[in-house]
């Protein structure tokens, strides 16, 4: 599906038969984004085979040309990112536009903090409405001047200065924060500590190391981590190969499970501890779910899943295993509502800041097709008896494409048929998500349900 309409797209997911076959879902999105920024500040050239190539890590691929850095895609697929150098970032030429991508906004954000130019951002409508004040005041503190409206909303304004490092604790745990303040450190001399609550996804550490800097990581005795970093290292390109998305992954692993008579086996899926919770949550409430052929690949876990159709039942998932899932949820929400019994699912206040309300959103669209829940201000509680809900609901996305996947993988396995009110917004993170499903064996067109 492409997006190169201006009007809306519904589409219709419809009663399926089970699913069979093999797939391989579209690169990490984390990593894809990490993957164009290192690789435009290294010295040398990258190349990177499996790039995630939605409209979001597109956006991240624009900015650091427009930064200086050669960035381009090859016949075959792979990208080869010749960079400038930390340090060496050149002043835009025009507004950076984010689309929808918070993760780029605040990735880059941290970057151009240290650069001694201005750079202007804006977004889409649902991105000037998400929060960047929680970016803007690690940044302000070590020296960066920000312009912005309210609450450090979009759209805004960045003049880099000579920063100075600081020892910051994240008020809320967020790998875009902690990441946007190390990014902000590759340019400052002396050392930057950020301390996390709760362990946040590493993909950032990661990728450092891989490219050849030093970064210290302290593990505490509350779980929480003290990640250190000392400015002004030379990065060196090395070679990436992105391993499946695993938030791509759960839309399928989740049709999967609740289809009856399914087998499917996902290759190449990233299986960070640190992303892995919707897997061991799934696992928990009675999925078959197994990992086959793990290994590593540039600093990240990596392995194949094989899930099979399983009789699910709700437990209560534990409030600090969010982190490790928080973008997952909506469709974790879609599994328990074929689950037997209650689940309940705390510690969800991040939902509330997403690219919408996720919380808000996921509720108006299962009571429009007959799940029964409890909304709560930080989470949800669904009740159900293991057999399928109605359906035949008409959701709103609110141009979230976790929504909009989250309600056709239900309309899969529903009574009756569930529309979404656009496709288009898929693209940003799953392009060819109704390709892939439909060849495993679902039935999702465009249009509208009857």
């Not at 089970?18 to 990490?34: C, E, Q, T």
């Amino acid at each position: 599906m492409t997006s190169d309409t201006q009007f809306p797209v519904p589409v219709t997911a419809r009663p399926s038969g089970p699913l069979s076959g093999a797939a391989r879902v579209p690169g990490d999105k984390s990593i894809s984004h990490r993957a164009l920024i290192f690789g435009g500040v290294a010295v040398g050239t990258t190349t990177v085979s499996g790039l995630l190539e939605g409209e979001d890590v597109l956006r991240t691929a624009a900015a650091m040309r427009q930064f200086g850095a050669n960035v381009e895609r090859g016949e075959n697929g792979v990208w080869r990112i010749t960079g400038c150098g930390v340090g060496a970032l050149r002043e835009p030429d025009e507004v950076l536009d984010m689309g929808n991508s918070g993760t780029a906004a605040r990735l880059l954000m941290g970057l151009v903090a240290s650069a001694p130019f201005t750079t202007f951002f804006m977004g889409d409508a649902s991105l000037h409405k998400r929060p960047m004040g929680r970016v803007r005041v690690p940044l302000e503190e070590m020296g960066a001047k920000i312009i912005s409206r309210s609450g450090g909303r979009f759209p805004l304004a960045i003049t880099g200065q000579s920063l100075i490092p600081i020892d910051y604790e994240l008020p809320v745990a967020s790998a875009q924060v902690k990441s946007a303040i190390l990014l902000a450190a590759l340019d400052t001399p002396g050392i930057t500590r950020v301390r996390e609550g709760k362990r946040t996804r590493d993909h950032t550490e990661n990728m450092l190391r891989h490219f050849g800097a030093e970064i210290t990581v302290t593990e505490n005795a509350d779980g929480g981590r003290s990640i250190a970093y000392r400015g002004q290292q030379e990065l060196t390109a090395a070679d990436i190969i992105v391993p499946g998305d695993p938030s791509s992954a759960a839309f399928l692993a989740v049709a999967a499970t609740i289809l009856p008579g399914s087998d499917v086996t996902l290759s190449n899926i990233g299986l960070n501890p640190l992303r892995d919770g919707l897997f061991i949550t799934l696992r928990e409430m009675g999925a078959n779910i197994e990992i086959l052929n793990l290994r590593e690949q540039a600093g990240e876990r990596v392995g194949d899943l094989r899930i099979r159709a399983s009789t699910l039942h709700g437990i209560e998932v534990p409030p600090e295993r969010a982190p490790s899932m928080i973008d997952e949820y909506p469709v974790l929400f879609i599994a328990a509502a074929f689950a037997k019994g209650r689940t309940t699912m705390r510690g969800l206040h991040e939902l509330r800041v997403k690219e919408s309300d996720r919380l808000s959103a996921m509720a108006a669209g299962l009571k429009a097709c007959g799940v029964a829940f409890e909304e709560l201000e930080d989470g949800l509680i669904i009740d159900a008896d293991g057999t399928p809900p109605k359906g035949g609901g008409v959701i709103e996305t609110h141009l979230d494409h976790r929504i909009a996947m989250s309600f056709l993988i239900l309309g899969l396995a529903t009574q009756t048929p569930v529309t979404i009110d656009d496709g288009r917004v898929m693209e940003t993170s799953f392009p060819g998500f109704v390709e892939m499903i439909n060849a495993l064996g679902a039935t999702v067109t465009r249009g509208r349900g009857a």
